[in-house]
């Protein structure tokens, strides 16, 4: 029954158009569209940047990892030292990668979607007030059948 009821309120809310009165309310709501929509878009790129910055700390792991062998393995002393140095600043530059990533996860894309959330909220909100305003029309009508039928 819930998902009749569900399936019944999505076709109403996609079907049922309100004629507004109030101009305040239809800016409002084309507002709030088109934020939640650029919000959407700004969190997938945050989550493709985060995802790449991940990919990138990884890899500049893997070249830290590279130089320190090369330095291991190189019989040259100043080459060495140079490589193992070049593999130090690798490994420090991927610890700072991987705190830059998870810091734009943790801080910016999890405060976006908490904001997209926000926003679908204020959509629900919007549906209720249209819910509201077709149950009074449907008792408006109901009222006056009965007067109809009373007279």
Partial sequence: MRL???VGETVNKITYKMD???PWFDEKISEVENLDVALQKLHSA???LVSNRKELSTLTGQVAK???ML???EDHTSLSRALSG???VEEKIELLRSE???SD????SETIKDYIGLFGAIKAVFHERVKVFQNWQHAQLQLTKRRENKA
């Fill in 4 to 6: 009749f009821n569900k």
């Fill in 20 to 22: 507004e009165n109030d």
């Fill in 46 to 48: 945050l989550k493709s």
């Fill in 66 to 68: 590279s130089a320190a």
């Fill in 71 to 73: 330095s291991t393995c």
């Fill in 86 to 88: 070049l593999a130090d």
């Fill in 100 to 102: 830059q990533a998870n």
């Fill in 105 to 108: 996860f943790f801080i910016l």
